[in-house]
């Protein structure tokens, strides 16, 4: 019966193979064409200019989705993500276990932040209302500040979490620490935790231009001159119009794919809905009540130091005049060692004796010390011996005598850091 | 198997369209007693260019009579009905869970049971989301590849596919007929279970004020038209489904073996997107982002992850739906 040419037959699948290929090039070449082959030609500008107008940028309102990709290197451990430092959770207990806890508590969503992709909705208005928002599949945490009520909700577990600022803070630093590190992952913030850190120890170039969430920007290159920082290259592509910074990548010297990776898909300079950060806690929801002065000092500060320990600190050691910055609000036991990018965090451990996870106090079991030797290496220096702990950027390392040395150093810098810390104590 | 065996009845349940005078007597089978268009002498249903000039209503006649065939069968009934009994169960066992006062189950979306079920308690509306959010992964998609691998195949293999072929319709338009049915299909299962859902949550649980994952809270009629919009969505992101099924189907004259594969298919593809490590495919594959409908219960609504979805959707339905055409066109009845 057939009647049909071959050659006929043989032209119709050409056109599913021409779809197919025609999708597959656009799935493939759109995504890159949209994110980098549009640089946009822009007047040239200076590395200082560009700092300058980041810093001079009065943005105080928008809104937008953040990206956020996270790959440090850590070891995928049950709980890392949530649990990974001590005692932040109140009710953990009672709700089973599982990865998701049934608490709101901000500080120990924000670490969840720490490894793999989020999307984030980020709304701002001036520095006393701002909203963030971590899309999870069929699920979001919301974390709202209007003013002095800072609400956290998660709608996976139907809680809320509702802290009161303080007054004072409500004005000044507010903004900086309040919301559990809201700020800290806008790319804004990212872009200043690094150019705090621009000295004789960095070279800061402008490189090109690129598109960023449908707006042009410059590109700024920060580089450490130091050989023993993990760090490769910091990229943060800074708004041509605003001086917003709108995506922060950060690549390791290893080379791979960036460690961190913050940025705009979607942005917006217009005042956010005034309803969006209007909050009140649904009903039915579970609510959590926090003490003002509960809201910070706690453990959940600890994750974000260590990542940061290399960058935040400006100068010296901890104890003269110049390292006011870093050593403000420090945990006692903390000292940093050496300058710029090759800063190491040295902390005393209470208890002595190495323990698992870095600067998180819990008590070693035997068990525990099976797994810290698990993922750890054993070095042995000037220092003694200890134990050493690498992910891609930030590396700790672990003595017997119970101090941890930690920064976005190489191993080489850390035992050289501990060696001589080892030597002036 | 030759015209004169065939019964020469199941006439009356047809459409009268601008019929073929001479042809009027070809046979049925019984059990497909409506479907479009006098048949029309056509060689070896090859389609014709010169002769198919058929009228914009009479193709809305073979859609209607595909429709009927599709929704007349035993088995799509019974197809339903399993989908209906899905929140039904999900309902009665999160009220007799929580029957005792203790609260509803925790966790939600934290991977133990479907998202949402801890809601449910305190907004039967919240079932609706639920029983989507349970029967998308494999109860919908499965009901989709039975009916879509059966669509053409099935009728090859009971000997009725020649003579629907034999009307003036063409290939072309009855494969549209035929895909129209299945979308149609997606729909109706997808509404089955919201309705379903919706009416157990209502018999069972409180219906009151709806509480968006962004912890705003929004009046009744508002989370209504959310979850219907987010019925539509489920529906619609089964068309990648329905077009793969449409090809599988044109592949084999055995109805079975086409439901097979189809089914074969949506088990292998969720399993290759429930490993981490081939993530560099997984944008690719058409269940990727069948839960972005939950992003429509988000204040505002995110609507990235579901135009991705969407795409997504519509790329297989390209896909997979021309090259059933290019099959379907370019191959051989025999049976």
Redesign the interface.
């Known amino acids: 019966m057939a009647r049909t040419r071959p050659m006929k037959k043989a032209l119709r699948y050409a056109v599913p193979a021409t779809v197919a290929g025609a999708a597959v090039a656009a799935v493939g070449l759109v995504p890159a064409l949209a994110s980098s082959g549009g640089s946009p030609d822009l007047p040239r500008i200076t590395a200082e200019e560009l700092v300058a107008k980041i810093a001079a940028s009065d943005t105080q309102q928008l809104s937008g989705t953040v990206r956020i990709t996270t790959d440090l290197g850590l070891p995928a451990l049950p709980g890392m993500g949530s649990g990974g430092h001590g005692g932040g959770r109140g009710n953990s207990a009672g709700e089973g276990g599982g990865e998701k806890a049934g608490d709101a508590d901000p500080r120990g969503r924000l670490t969840e932040l720490a490894s793999g992709s989020h999307t984030l909705r980020v709304a701002v208005d001036g520095p006393d209302r701002q909203r963030l928002s971590i899309v999870e599949k069929a699920a979001e945490y919301s974390l709202i500040r209007n003013g002095g009520d800072v609400w956290a909700y998660d709608s996976a577990t139907n809680t809320a979490h509702h802290t009161v600022l303080p007054r004072e803070d409500g004005r000044g630093a507010g903004p900086e620490e309040a919301p559990g590190g809201l700020e800290k992952v806008t790319p804004q913030k990212a872009a200043q935790e690094v150019l705090k850190a621009v000295d004789a120890t960095t070279s800061v170039t402008v490189d090109g231009t690129a598109k960023v969430a449908g707006q042009d920007a410059h590109q700024l290159l920060i580089e450490p001159k130091q050989p023993d920082s993990t760090v490769g290259s910091v990229r943060i592509a800074v708004d041509a119009d605003s001086g917003v910074p709108l995506k922060f990548t950060l690549t390791p010297k290893g080379g791979g794919k960036a460690a961190v990776d913050v940025g705009f898909t979607e942005v917006d300079f217009a005042e956010p809905d005034a309803g969006t950060f209007d909050f009140k806690p649904p009903k039915g929801a579970k609510v959590t009540e926090e003490k003002p002065d509960g809201a910070r000092n706690g453990s959940g500060e600890t994750p974000h130091k260590d990542s940061e320990g290399g960058k935040d600190s400006k100068g010296g050691r901890g104890g003269d005049g110049k390292g006011r910055d870093a050593a403000e609000g420090l945990p006692s036991g903390l000292e940093v060692l050496g300058e710029g990018w090759g800063s190491v965090a040295r902390i005393e451990l209470p208890g002595g004796g190495p323990v698992p996870g870095a600067g998180a106090g819990q008590e070693t079991a035997p068990e525990a010390r099976k797994l810290l030797d698990g993922f750890t290496e054993e070095v042995k220096g000037d220092f003694g011996t200890g134990r050493f702990f690498g992910t891609r950027l930030v590396n700790a390392l672990i003595t017997d005598d119970g101090t941890v040395y930690v920064g976005a150093v190489t191993r080489e810098g850390l035992v050289k850091a501990a060696g001589s810390a080892g030597g002036a104590g | 198997m030759s015209r004169a065996e065939l019964p020469q009845d199941e006439r009356t349940g047809r459409m009268g369209h601008q019929g073929h005078p001479g042809h009027s007597g070809l046979p049925r089978r019984p059990e497909r007693e409506a479907e479009g268009g006098e048949p029309a002498p056509d060689?070896?249903g090859?389609p014709d260019e010169a002769r198919r000039r058929p009228s914009p209503l009479w193709t809305l006649g073979l859609f209607r009579s595909e429709l009927t065939v599709t929704f007349r069968r035993w088995r799509t009934l019974a197809l339903l009905a399993v989908l209906a009994a899905v929140p039904l169960l999900v309902g009665i066992a999160v009220k007799v869970e929580t029957g005792d006062g203790g609260p509803a189950g925790?966790?939600?979306?934290?991977?133990?049971g479907p998202?949402?079920i801890?809601?449910v308690t305190?907004n039967g509306l919240f079932l609706v989301f639920t029983a989507l959010?349970a029967t998308l992964p494999f109860f919908l998609p499965m009901a989709v590849g039975v009916v879509a691998g059966d669509s053409v195949a099935g009728e090859a293999s009971a000997g009725t596919l020649r003579y629907l072929l034999v009307a003036p319709a063409g290939r072309t338009r009855l494969l549209l007929a035929k895909f129209t049915a299945i979308l149609a299909f997606c729909l109706a299962a997808t509404l089955t279970v919201a309705v379903s859902a919706l009416a157990v949550g209502a018999l069972l649980f409180p219906l009151g004020?709806v509480?968006?994952?962004?912890?705003?809270?929004v009046p009744l009629a508002d989370g209504m038209l959310r979850a219907l919009a987010i019925a539509v969505a489920v529906a619609a992101s089964l068309v990648g489904l329905a077009a793969l099924g449409l090809f599988v189907s044109t592949l084999t004259n055995s109805g079975i073996a086409a439901m097979a594969t189809t089914v074969g298919l949506l088990i292998t593809v969720q399993i290759l997107g429930a490993i981490p490590q081939l993530d560099a495919i997984h944008?690719?594959l058409f269940p990727h982002q069948w839960?972005s409908f939950?992003?429509l219960l988000?204040d505002p609504v995110?609507w990235?992850d579901l135009l991705d979805n969407l795409r997504l959707q519509g790329?297989y339905a390209?896909?997979?739906g021309?090259?059933a055409?290019?099959?379907f066109?370019?191959r051989?009845?025999?049976v």
């Not at chain 2, 925790?106 to 133990?112: F, I, K, V, Y």
């Not at chain 2, 509480?211 to 809270?217: D, F, Q, V």
Request: charge should be negative; hydrophobic fraction near 35%; proline fraction near 2%.
């Open positions: 060689r070896d090859e925790d966790g939600g979306g934290g991977g133990e998202a949402f801890g809601q305190n959010a004020e509480i968006l994952l962004s912890g705003t809270t944008p690719y839960m939950a992003d988000r995110h990235d790329l390209a896909v997979f021309s090259a055409w290019a099959r066109t370019g051989d009845i025999t």
